[in-house]
């Protein structure tokens, strides 16, 4: 009886590599002895047998050999194994990058070279998804850079379906970059897209022209500058708040070339007023061109200095103050005879800090007593704010350049 075998092989047992089985030429060979492992004797036939290809004699192998493509099953017979679900590979979460350094007009991203792709735009580029597998769920992660110019758009495949129903807008600067994610059910009919973040500058970037930014250096500056993770400049002087912020710089450093700092919100004021004022009120009132605000962007001590030149044509009392948003303190009063004239001086400092914002701050006079009409003929205002609040500007000595540090 003999049965079909694809290969040939010497099986071994026991020690010593003592031979038990010989299976090759078309039969199945059992050498006589050496049936365990010790080495010992089990079966021990005088003759060799040939194994049945069907059926075994010996009750040894129900089957020597199956069809092309059968494995040798648990229950000892040879068949196809079953599809039953997908297999599983995990490898560190290892994923195929396509990395294309220059995308140009026109850009495919094909799932068959990765599941991340890493595209960075040197014009315009409209892109095309392909690749995608009908009957089950395929993602791919883009990674989507501007280079060093930076300002090109993207038009997508007309299948993508956004979150919220409206595409991303992305941050089109200079060496920034996007993330987004795509991921279809039907083969591609359908793509669903979701930015996943990004904005943000490129690690190690350099901004190479400032003119990007709307900048003229000063002649023999140097238009280099890290853009890792803020924003290096020589912005026209002087700039306001509100271009700093449009040119999306708020919160940000800029070091700047030149002799003049940013205007705008400022944590201190001052006001001179040079137009003498009379009172014969019994209660204090406005003193005329001696009001100012001061604009603060975080909690804040507010401390007010004035000084007064006053005078009087006849004995009196003349009354002084410091109103801040509509609450009068350190009320004074000076002693003036009709010939009489000085300065007077009140120094004032907020009991609690003031909640951000814009702020009145006024001189006050009233005739405490006496006769004549009294006079406050010069004033000098000052308001500060005790903290940092808004802008700060460090020069070097020659101002030659500065730091503006915008802290909102």
């Known amino acids: 009886m003999t049965g079909t075998v694809r290969d040939y092989a010497v099986l071994y047992l026991g020690p010593g590599g003592k031979k038990v089985a010989t299976v090759g030429g078309g039969n199945a060979v059992i050498t006589a002895g050496q049936h365990r492992l010790d080495g010992t004797e089990h079966l021990a036939p005088a003759d060799t047998t040939t194994l049945d290809a069907t059926a075994s004699a010996h009750g040894l192998l129900p089957k020597l050999s199956g069809d092309a493509g059968d494995a040798l099953l648990g229950d000892g017979t040879w068949g196809a194994i079953a599809s039953t679900g997908y297999v599983t590979n995990i490898d ?9 350094a220059a995308a140009g007009a026109t850009e495919t991203l094909d799932l068959a070279d990765g599941n991340v792709h890493d595209v960075t735009l040197t014009e315009d580029c409209t892109l095309t998804f392909a690749g995608a597998t009908a009957g089950v769920a395929c993602s791919f992660t883009l990674v989507l850079r501007q280079d060093g110019t930076g300002g090109w758009t993207t038009t997508w495949p007309g299948s993508v379906v ?15 970059l996007a993330v987004l994610t795509f991921f279809t059910l039907d083969g591609g009919t359908i793509w669903y897209g979701f930015p996943t973040g990004g904005g943000g500058a490129s690690i190690g970037a350099t901004v190479e022209d400032e003119t990007t930014f709307g900048i003229t250096p000063d002649a023999g500056a ?31 450093l800029v070091v700047v070339d030149g002799t003049t700092g940013p205007t705008g919100v400022i944590p201190s004021s001052y006001v001179e007023m040079t137009t003498p004022d ?24 507010i401390a007010v200095w004035m000084t007064a030149h006053v005078s009087a044509g006849a004995v009196c009392d003349l009354g002084l103050a410091i109103n801040i948003d509509g609450t009068d303190h350190d009320a004074t009063t000076t002693h003036l005879t009709a010939t009489d004239e000085g300065n007077v001086a009140i120094m004032h400092r907020t009991v609690s800090k003031f909640a951000p914002g814009t702020y009145t701050v006024k001189g006050r006079m009233q005739r405490v007593s006496g006769g004549g009409t009294p006079s406050v003929d ?31």
Not at 167 to 176: F, G
Not at 282 to 292: F, N, P, R, V, Y
């Open 162 to 176: 956004w979150a919220g129903g409206t595409a991303p807008t992305l941050d089109e600067t200079l060496s920034t």
């Open 92 to 100: 560190g979460g290892k994923e195929v990058v396509s990395t294309v």
């Open 222 to 252: 140097s238009t280099d500058a890290s853009a890792a993770d803020h924003t290096h400049g020589s912005p026209a002087n002087p700039v306001t708040v509100a271009a700093l912020e449009a040119l999306g710089v708020r919160g940000e």
């Open 278 to 301: 009379t009172t014969t009120s019994a209660s204090l009132e406005d003193i005329t061109g001696a009001t100012t605000t001061i604009t603060i962007q975080r909690p804040s001590d």
């Open 378 to 408: 010069r004033v000098d205002l000052l308001v500060s704010a005790l903290t940092t609040s808004g802008p700060v500007l460090v020069t070097t000595d020659d101002e030659t350049d500065y730091v503006y540090a915008d802290l909102a």
